[in-house]
DNA sequence: CGATTGACTCGTACGCTGTACGATGCAACT
DNA sequence: AGTTGCATCGTACAGCGTACGAGTCAATCG
């Protein structure tokens, strides 16, 4: 019978009830929401990454039972959709709309998405196999529009905006994945060792153990942007 | 009792039944075995995807009961390292040690990755997040060299390979999961044009429809090869 | 030769998962 | 007072990974 909530529409809003006119409580708050579900989805999923999550057990830390969420969410597909993109949100500058340095603006989103992700190591991997949320299609149209800006020709302008895309979802995803393992990270290199007549070049330079990942970042996206267009 | 299979090393190997010697069949092999399994288990994956892979349903498709399988598997986490891996092998181009056209090795070997990957939808966004196994290894120690060769100094070494690692990677995990939803991707361009005030610069490109992946790669492989070591 | 061993397979069982279904409580409106 | 609709929860079920122990059969040993 009851119809169920499934706002559909982005992840916030949709709280029904008005705010107390008089001075006394007119009707208690419902204890779950979907903003309450979600932000403690991202905080379990933090603590205990992807596998971490099951529907019971964030229900446990909200306080209710596991059938309670369903009023508020499809399915559990829905809160890694939501949890995901309520992640992404950015706040551009207010100067990128007038701002002449556009290869600034680029390089500020990008590092700031990157960040935005590496604080939350899950969402990296999740974020190339789950539908479009509008925070991350705002980032695609502001990339969009300030490639555009830049002068890189209409007929590049996707294949500049995926190229971008593919480099910044690469190094974090791989980012995320090695930053949790050092320990793997020793033993892989230790089993390098042993088998140093296999792999002698990466076996020598480490390439396992002391990698610059935020430099390698800087430096990559520097190469693409000097490709996509030049600094003239 | 039973002290358990668990080469621990590398995918194949390990049969240890002699061949018979004289006429008739000494010993009846046993029908399970690890490649057996590997090989299976990626068919599986091909067919039905992560999830799609069971360890009931792994046995049924090799006509065996489901805990076999642990005799010479430890559990489906290794399932899943083995069947990546064997996904991944590359023979490089006997010229390739000796080549004078460095870039062509490279890019020969990354198109091949990609287009392994590609093959097999499941493995790439896998890749980043397990063990680096021997065949993967195989390929970063042939980049290393090639960058090497290539004049790259050997402070940029580590910091070129993973870029070229993650953009491959990305640009991969990208492909395949876009190109397993094309219903989702004319919806969401769908839901893009319903909100064209929002985001009126990627929807007037058709970013979410017509993007022309293989070009894009190949472009972005160049302008990162470009910064990486200048063609002279 | 019978007894033993080790490689290999499988049936059963347990705890855990996502979630369908229906019952329940409660505020607001008719 | 009765009805409606939002919100919550208990129970139940099918399916999962895999621990455990029993079973089979060839090779080996005494």
């Not at 709280?15 to 204890?31: C, D, N, V, W, Y």
């Not at 190591?121 to 555009?148: M, V, Y």
């Not at 002391?210 to 390698?216: E, I, L, S, T």
């Amino acid at each position: 019978m009851a119809a169920k909530r499934s706002d559909a529409e982005s992840k916030g809003s949709g709280r029904k009830s008005a705010p107390p006119q008089s001075g006394q409580e007119p009707r208690s708050e419902p204890s779950l929401s979907l903003e309450r579900i979600v932000a403690t989805a991202v905080d379990l999923l933090d603590a205990e990454g992807v596998d971490g999550l099951k529907m019971r057990r964030l229900a446990d830390r909200l306080g209710s039972g596991a059938m309670s969420l369903y009023w508020h969410v499809d399915n559990k597909e829905k809160v890694f959709d939501l949890a995901l993109d309520s992640v992404l949100e950015y706040r551009a500058l207010p100067s990128i709309v007038a701002s002449e340095d556009w290869r600034g603006d680029i390089v500020h989103m990008l590092e700031d998405w990157r960040a935005s992700m590496l604080r939350h190591p899950w969402s990296a991997s999740l974020l190339p196999r789950r539908a479009l949320g509008p925070n991350i299609l705002i980032r695609l149209e502001l990339l969009s529009k300030t490639l555009s800006k830049a002068g890189v020709a209409d007929a590049d302008l996707n294949a500049a905006i995926w190229s971008l895309w593919n480099f910044v979802i690469g190094a974090t995803i791989t980012r995320a994945n090695f930053e949790l393992s050092d320990d793997d990270k020793a033993a892989a290199q230790q089993r390098l060792t042993g088998l140093s007549q296999h792999y002698p070049t990466i076996e020598r330079s480490r390439l396992l153990l002391d990698n610059d990942w935020d430099g390698a970042f800087r430096k990559g996206l520097d190469f693409l942007l000097d490709g996509l267009a030049p600094r003239q």
